[in-house]
């Protein structure tokens, strides 16, 4: 591993863009057109609405160091998911889950 600070940040990153994405992050179309025009109607995750800790685990490996990318986002939805399944035994299956989130809590 060639920056293991940088890969966690990475990894917070993605997860905080993944939690984003699963709560909040719509996309409608009025007339054919995108009714979002930049992050007033379309919110990415507050401070106050973000995790106070990512856990960041890095295995060693013998590869060659390789890209990071974006591993994290796709992991987020289905593991907040998950975790509300396993808390309400509903799951919830339409993006964003803010609105129905709010409706079961």
Same mark, same amino acid.
């Given at each position: 591993?060639?920056?293991?600070?940088?890969?966690?940040?990475?990894?917070?990153?993605?997860?905080?863009?993944?939690?984003?994405? $699963? *709560?909040?992050? #719509?996309?409608?179309?009025?007339?054919?057109?995108?009714?979002?025009?930049?992050?007033?109607?379309?919110?990415? @995750?507050?401070?106050?609405?973000?995790?106070?800790?990512?856990?960041?685990?890095?295995?060693?490996?013998?590869?060659?160091?390789?890209?990071?990318?974006?591993? $994290? *986002?796709?992991? #987020?939805?289905?593991?907040?998911?998950?975790?509300?399944?396993?808390?309400?035994?509903?799951?919830?299956?339409? @993006?964003?889950?803010?609105?129905?989130?709010?409706?079961?809590?």
């Amino acid at each position: 591993m060639v920056n293991p600070l940088g890969l966690e940040a990475q990894t917070i990153g993605g997860t905080i863009d993944g939690l984003s994405t $699963a *709560l909040n992050l #719509a996309i409608t179309l009025k007339d054919g057109k995108v009714q979002q025009s930049n992050f007033g109607d379309y919110p990415l @995750l507050r401070m106050g609405q973000a995790p106070v800790d990512v856990e960041v685990v890095i295995i060693d490996s013998d590869k060659e160091p390789a890209g990071a990318g974006e591993m $994290a *986002l796709p992991s #987020a939805l289905p593991a907040l998911t998950n975790a509300l399944y396993a808390a309400t035994q509903i799951r919830l299956r339409e @993006l964003p889950i803010g609105d129905q989130l709010r409706k079961i809590l």
